[in-house]
Protein backbone atom coordinates (compact mmCIF):
# COMPACT_ATOMS: atom_id res chain seq x y z
CA UNK A 1 0.00 0.00 0.00
CA UNK A 2 1.27 3.23 -0.63
CA UNK A 3 -0.26 6.78 0.81
CA UNK A 4 -0.10 10.54 -0.19
CA UNK A 5 -1.57 13.64 0.41
CA UNK A 6 -3.04 13.26 -2.70
CA UNK A 7 -4.83 10.39 -4.48
CA UNK A 8 -3.87 10.83 -7.39
CA UNK A 9 -0.17 11.24 -6.96
CA UNK A 10 -0.76 8.03 -4.61
CA UNK A 11 -2.50 6.38 -7.44
CA UNK A 12 -0.15 6.65 -10.01
CA UNK A 13 2.97 6.05 -7.90
CA UNK A 14 0.78 2.96 -6.98
CA UNK A 15 0.14 1.54 -10.87
CA UNK A 16 4.21 2.55 -11.52
CA UNK A 17 5.28 0.40 -8.62
CA UNK A 18 2.87 -2.57 -8.81
CA UNK A 19 1.58 -1.70 -5.50
CA UNK A 20 -2.17 -2.66 -4.89
CA UNK A 21 -3.98 -0.40 -2.73
CA UNK A 22 -3.59 3.75 -3.17
CA UNK A 23 -4.96 5.87 -0.09
CA UNK A 24 -5.40 9.86 -0.34
CA UNK A 25 -4.43 10.73 3.22
CA UNK A 26 -1.71 9.02 5.92
CA UNK A 27 -4.84 8.85 8.18
CA UNK A 28 -6.89 6.50 6.11
CA UNK A 29 -3.67 3.96 5.12
CA UNK A 30 -3.24 3.44 9.17
CA UNK A 31 -6.76 2.77 9.58
CA UNK A 32 -6.69 -0.35 7.77
CA UNK A 33 -6.14 -3.21 9.76
CA UNK A 34 -5.07 -5.50 6.72
CA UNK A 35 -1.62 -3.28 6.97
CA UNK A 36 0.54 -4.56 9.91
CA UNK A 37 4.40 -1.83 9.44
CA UNK A 38 4.61 1.29 7.67
CA UNK A 39 7.79 2.77 6.43
CA UNK A 40 7.54 6.57 7.19
CA UNK A 41 9.75 8.52 4.19
CA UNK A 42 8.24 11.92 5.29
CA UNK A 43 10.01 15.01 5.98
CA UNK A 44 11.65 15.22 9.63
CA UNK A 45 8.94 17.54 11.33
CA UNK A 46 6.26 14.24 10.37
CA UNK A 47 8.72 11.88 11.49
CA UNK A 48 7.18 11.65 15.31
CA UNK A 49 3.80 12.42 14.54
CA UNK A 50 3.47 10.01 11.96
CA UNK A 51 4.99 7.30 13.61
CA UNK A 52 2.96 7.80 16.82
CA UNK A 53 -0.35 7.82 14.75
CA UNK A 54 1.09 4.63 12.88
CA UNK A 55 2.06 3.05 16.10
CA UNK A 56 -1.31 3.71 17.94
CA UNK A 57 -2.95 1.80 15.42
CA UNK A 58 -0.82 -1.18 16.26
CA UNK A 59 1.31 -0.83 13.18
CA UNK A 60 5.56 -1.29 13.11
CA UNK A 61 7.17 1.32 11.67
CA UNK A 62 10.52 1.59 9.94
CA UNK A 63 11.17 5.41 10.19
CA UNK A 64 13.38 7.24 8.08
CA UNK A 65 16.76 9.30 9.84
CA UNK A 66 16.65 11.34 11.61
CA UNK A 67 13.98 10.41 13.40
CA UNK A 68 13.22 13.46 15.09
CA UNK A 69 13.90 17.49 14.97
CA UNK A 70 15.18 16.90 18.08
CA UNK A 71 16.22 14.99 21.77
CA UNK A 72 12.55 16.01 23.39
CA UNK A 73 10.91 15.35 19.55
CA UNK A 74 12.38 11.73 20.06
CA UNK A 75 11.60 11.26 23.29
CA UNK A 76 7.84 11.03 22.45
CA UNK A 77 8.73 7.87 20.69
CA UNK A 78 8.71 6.52 24.08
CA UNK A 79 4.98 6.95 24.27
CA UNK A 80 4.70 4.42 21.46
CA UNK A 81 2.70 0.48 23.19
CA UNK A 82 4.53 -2.22 24.26
CA UNK A 83 5.12 -4.84 21.46
CA UNK A 84 5.13 -2.06 18.62
CA UNK A 85 8.69 -2.21 16.73
CA UNK A 86 10.32 1.17 15.72
CA UNK A 87 13.75 1.60 13.82
CA UNK A 88 15.58 4.26 12.37
CA UNK A 89 16.49 4.10 8.64
CA UNK A 90 20.15 3.89 8.62
CA UNK A 91 20.93 1.74 5.97
CA UNK A 92 24.40 2.10 6.15
CA UNK A 93 24.54 -0.64 9.29
CA UNK A 94 23.30 -3.12 7.35
CA UNK A 95 25.51 -2.98 4.17
CA UNK A 96 28.33 -5.44 4.14
CA UNK A 97 31.00 -3.17 3.60
CA UNK A 98 30.45 -1.86 7.12
CA UNK A 99 30.15 -4.94 8.84
CA UNK A 100 33.78 -5.70 7.58
CA UNK A 101 34.78 -2.74 8.05
CA UNK A 102 33.68 -3.09 12.29
CA UNK A 103 35.42 -6.63 11.70
CA UNK A 104 38.20 -5.26 11.13
CA UNK A 105 38.82 -2.72 13.56
CA UNK A 106 37.24 -5.35 16.15
CA UNK A 107 39.90 -7.59 15.51
CA UNK A 108 42.81 -5.63 16.38
CA UNK A 109 44.44 -5.28 12.79
CA UNK A 110 44.28 -1.78 13.05
CA UNK A 111 45.58 -1.68 16.75
CA UNK A 112 44.04 0.60 19.15
CA UNK A 113 41.13 3.02 16.47
CA UNK A 114 41.90 6.80 17.17
CA UNK A 115 40.88 8.25 14.78
CA UNK A 116 37.43 8.56 12.12
CA UNK A 117 37.48 10.95 9.31
CA UNK A 118 34.34 11.58 7.32
CA UNK A 119 33.26 13.91 3.98
CA UNK A 120 29.90 13.71 2.60
CA UNK A 121 28.36 16.21 0.25
CA UNK A 122 25.89 17.02 -2.75
CA UNK A 123 24.70 20.29 -4.57
CA UNK A 124 21.58 21.65 -4.18
CA UNK A 125 20.25 24.71 -4.12
CA UNK A 126 16.21 23.92 -4.85
CA UNK A 127 14.38 26.43 -2.52
CA UNK A 128 11.45 24.04 -3.19
CA UNK A 129 13.25 21.09 -1.60
CA UNK A 130 12.22 20.15 1.77
CA UNK A 131 16.48 19.56 2.62
CA UNK A 132 16.73 23.62 1.76
CA UNK A 133 13.58 24.64 4.19
CA UNK A 134 15.33 25.39 8.13
CA UNK A 135 11.40 25.01 9.54
CA UNK A 136 10.69 21.41 9.02
CA UNK A 137 14.38 20.39 9.88
CA UNK A 138 16.01 20.80 6.64
CA UNK A 139 20.17 21.43 6.31
CA UNK A 140 23.35 19.23 5.99
CA UNK A 141 23.49 18.33 9.73
CA UNK A 142 19.99 16.62 9.34
CA UNK A 143 20.18 15.28 6.28
CA UNK A 144 23.74 13.97 5.88
CA UNK A 145 26.05 15.15 9.36
CA UNK A 146 23.88 12.10 10.88
CA UNK A 147 25.76 9.98 9.26
CA UNK A 148 29.20 10.47 9.85
CA UNK A 149 28.08 10.35 13.34
CA UNK A 150 26.78 6.69 12.97
CA UNK A 151 29.51 5.68 11.58
CA UNK A 152 31.43 7.09 14.47
CA UNK A 153 29.72 5.30 16.94
CA UNK A 154 28.81 2.21 14.97
CA UNK A 155 32.83 1.71 14.93
CA UNK A 156 33.87 3.22 18.49
CA UNK A 157 30.47 1.25 20.07
CA UNK A 158 30.13 4.07 21.89
CA UNK A 159 28.82 7.65 22.20
CA UNK A 160 30.74 10.60 21.80
CA UNK A 161 31.03 12.99 25.25
CA UNK A 162 31.19 16.80 23.62
CA UNK A 163 31.52 18.15 20.16
CA UNK A 164 32.49 21.53 18.92
CA UNK A 165 31.46 22.54 15.39
CA UNK A 166 31.50 25.29 12.26
CA UNK A 167 28.89 26.39 10.78
CA UNK A 168 27.93 28.05 7.82
CA UNK A 169 24.27 28.87 7.08
CA UNK A 170 22.61 29.50 3.67
CA UNK A 171 21.63 33.27 3.53
CA UNK A 172 17.79 32.96 1.88
CA UNK A 173 17.44 29.25 3.10
CA UNK A 174 18.82 29.63 6.82
CA UNK A 175 19.77 26.32 6.79
CA UNK A 176 23.33 24.95 7.21
CA UNK A 177 24.92 24.74 4.08
CA UNK A 178 28.33 23.90 4.81
CA UNK A 179 28.83 22.03 8.93
CA UNK A 180 32.71 20.76 9.90
CA UNK A 181 32.39 19.07 13.11
CA UNK A 182 34.59 17.55 15.81
CA UNK A 183 33.64 14.98 18.35
CA UNK A 184 35.28 14.02 21.69
CA UNK A 185 34.73 10.10 22.15
CA UNK A 186 36.98 10.19 25.08
CA UNK A 187 40.18 8.12 25.64
CA UNK A 188 41.90 9.72 22.89
CA UNK A 189 39.04 8.78 20.14
CA UNK A 190 37.97 11.16 17.82
CA UNK A 191 35.69 11.68 15.20
CA UNK A 192 35.96 14.58 12.45
CA UNK A 193 33.67 15.61 9.49
CA UNK A 194 32.53 17.86 7.44
CA UNK A 195 29.44 17.98 5.30
CA UNK A 196 27.96 20.41 2.64
CA UNK A 197 24.49 20.69 0.75
CA UNK A 198 25.97 23.41 -2.01
CA UNK A 199 29.68 21.85 -3.07
CA UNK A 200 30.45 19.06 -5.47
CA UNK A 201 29.27 15.43 -4.49
CA UNK A 202 31.97 13.62 -2.52
CA UNK A 203 31.93 10.81 0.11
CA UNK A 204 34.53 8.97 2.48
CA UNK A 205 35.17 7.35 5.83
CA UNK A 206 38.76 6.68 6.89
CA UNK A 207 38.88 4.19 10.28
CA UNK A 208 42.59 5.15 11.64
CA UNK A 209 44.32 3.25 14.30
CA UNK A 210 48.07 2.66 15.90
CA UNK A 211 48.68 0.70 13.40
CA UNK A 212 46.47 0.50 10.33
CA UNK A 213 43.47 1.92 8.24
CA UNK A 214 40.66 1.78 6.19
CA UNK A 215 38.99 3.74 3.99
CA UNK A 216 35.92 2.87 2.94
CA UNK A 217 35.71 4.53 -0.60
CA UNK A 218 31.76 4.83 -0.86
CA UNK A 219 30.66 4.61 2.17
CA UNK A 220 27.13 6.00 2.40
CA UNK A 221 25.24 5.28 -1.20
CA UNK A 222 26.74 2.56 -2.48
CA UNK A 223 25.05 0.92 -6.05
CA UNK A 224 23.08 -2.14 -5.45
CA UNK A 225 24.41 -3.30 -8.83
CA UNK A 226 28.21 -2.72 -8.36
CA UNK A 227 30.88 -4.05 -5.74
CA UNK A 228 32.40 -1.53 -3.41
CA UNK A 229 35.25 -1.79 -1.93
CA UNK A 230 37.66 -1.20 1.45
CA UNK A 231 41.69 0.19 1.19
CA UNK A 232 43.26 -1.19 3.95
CA UNK A 233 46.81 -0.26 4.81
CA UNK A 234 49.82 -0.22 7.66
CA UNK A 235 50.58 3.26 7.02
CA UNK A 236 53.93 1.85 5.79
CA UNK A 237 53.34 4.23 2.50
CA UNK A 238 50.92 6.92 1.31
CA UNK A 239 50.78 4.92 -2.05
CA UNK A 240 47.42 3.99 -2.08
CA UNK A 241 48.03 1.28 -4.76
CA UNK A 242 50.02 -0.61 -2.26
CA UNK A 243 46.83 -1.27 0.07
CA UNK A 244 45.35 -4.31 0.24
CA UNK A 245 41.79 -3.93 -1.89
CA UNK A 246 39.02 -6.17 -0.02
CA UNK A 247 35.88 -6.44 -2.68
CA UNK A 248 32.52 -6.67 -1.46
CA UNK A 249 29.95 -7.52 -3.63
CA UNK A 250 26.99 -5.52 -4.89
CA UNK A 251 24.07 -5.00 -2.56
CA UNK A 252 21.12 -2.90 -1.44
CA UNK A 253 21.50 -2.08 1.49
CA UNK A 254 17.72 -1.02 1.86
CA UNK A 255 16.76 -4.43 0.89
CA UNK A 256 19.05 -5.75 3.84
CA UNK A 257 17.35 -2.86 5.91
CA UNK A 258 14.02 -3.66 4.82
CA UNK A 259 14.44 -7.46 5.59
CA UNK A 260 15.88 -7.33 8.88
CA UNK A 261 13.26 -5.09 9.87
CA UNK A 262 10.36 -7.86 8.51
CA UNK A 263 11.98 -10.45 9.76
CA UNK A 264 11.91 -8.66 13.76
CA UNK A 265 7.95 -7.93 12.43
CA UNK A 266 7.07 -11.12 11.64
CA UNK A 267 9.18 -13.40 13.54
CA UNK A 268 10.54 -11.56 16.63
CA UNK A 269 14.58 -11.27 15.52
CA UNK A 270 16.29 -8.02 17.88
CA UNK A 271 16.61 -5.05 16.09
CA UNK A 272 20.17 -4.05 16.88
CA UNK A 273 18.83 -0.20 16.90
CA UNK A 274 15.79 1.06 18.12
CA UNK A 275 13.85 3.97 19.79
CA UNK A 276 17.01 4.48 22.52
CA UNK A 277 19.59 4.05 19.82
CA UNK A 278 17.72 7.25 18.05
CA UNK A 279 17.45 9.44 20.94
CA UNK A 280 21.35 8.93 21.10
CA UNK A 281 22.12 9.99 17.86
CA UNK A 282 19.93 13.01 18.02
CA UNK A 283 21.81 14.42 21.53
CA UNK A 284 24.57 14.65 19.27
CA UNK A 285 22.71 16.60 16.57
CA UNK A 286 21.41 18.41 19.36
CA UNK A 287 25.16 19.23 20.67
CA UNK A 288 26.29 20.18 17.25
CA UNK A 289 23.87 22.93 17.12
CA UNK A 290 24.29 24.10 20.42
CA UNK A 291 27.79 24.41 19.95
CA UNK A 292 27.65 26.76 16.56
CA UNK A 293 25.08 28.35 19.10
CA UNK A 294 27.61 29.15 21.98
CA UNK A 295 30.78 29.15 19.51
CA UNK A 296 32.60 26.46 22.19
CA UNK A 297 32.84 23.09 23.10
CA UNK A 298 28.79 21.07 23.73
CA UNK A 299 27.94 18.43 26.02
CA UNK A 300 26.26 15.62 24.72
Known amino acids: AISSRDLATARAAADRLGIEKAYGSYEEMLADPQIDAVYN ?7 VDLTLAAARTGKHVLCEKPMA ?3 ADAERLREVP ?3 IIAEAFMVRYHPQWLRARDIARSGELGRITAINGFFSYYNKDPANVRNKADIGGGAIMDIGCYPVTAARFIFESEPKRVVSLIDRDPDFKTDRLASVIADFDQG ?5 TVGMQIVPSQRIEIIGEKGRVEILIPFNASPNQPT ?11 ASLSRREIIAPCDQYTEQAEAFALAVLEGKPLAWGIEDAILS ?3 LDAIFASEKSNAWAKV
Open 41 to 47: PLPNHLH
Open 69 to 71: LNV
Open 189 to 193: RQLAF
Open 82 to 84: EGI
Open 282 to 284: MAV
Open 229 to 239: ALLVDDGASLD
